[in-house]
């Protein structure tokens, strides 16, 4: 398994998704947050929604998981935002389904209205709270979003949606610094990931996010995790089982690969 990014010049990053991603036999992706839609932040998002159809469009796999938060409710009871474009993707993604990839969706806490259908099945498409993927070595990956390891969503959920607002500001801002950037040639620059990484608490919470993951793959004898929930992409070893983190399509576009070789 292999973690790919996008953060390429778009033309680069098609090649590179062409030559690489194609035929692989699994891909996870997580959190795209379709119908979320700020005003400020909207250059950024529609980029990073064309750059998943892309990427739907120029890769095959026999499997296909996402990886919760795909859909943005708690934004959809807010306010509702749907347009043409988020009916591309999933058509793209049932079109694959029917076409003969096995699709898994294992909802997150944005989406977990979804998780009232949890094993269902529709053709090739199934609905997971999680589930255990077999890799081409053999070794076992528990897949799950994660999201109940986070002490905030499971018992302040109220806190919870206030992050997510303060997200939601941080990627407003975001946007704004990044088309000041852009008249001075630089490169993309992320707010969120930097305040992220530089505030000791947020260092903090991923540390232990990462290390409850890791207990869970162990007490299920797995000996690796594939989760996403905390928009940080990642691929290493935490005390002898091997952490995969997808990352998101809001600001990463970052998928998960496993090749047949």
Known sequence: LVLHGAESHERAWVGFALIFLAASTARFLSTRYLNRMDESAAPATREAEFRLLDFLRHTESEHLYLVGDLVDSWALRKDWYWDQLHNDLIQKLLRKARKGTRLIYVPGNHDENFRDLANLRFGRAAVLEETVHVGATGRRYLVLHGDK?????????????????????????????????????????SLSAYLKNRVKKAVEFISRFEEAVVREARARRCEGVICGHIHTPDDRMIDGIHYLNDGDWVESCTALVEHFD
Do not use: C, H, Q
């Not at 302040?156 to 607002?165: E, K, S, V």
């Open 149 to 189: 390891f986070d002490g905030v969503v499971m018992f302040a959920p109220w806190l919870a949606r206030l992050g997510d607002t303060a997200y939601e500001l941080s990627m407003g801002l975001n946007a704004s610094i990044n088309r000041v950037r852009r008249l001075f040639r630089l490169p993309y620059w």
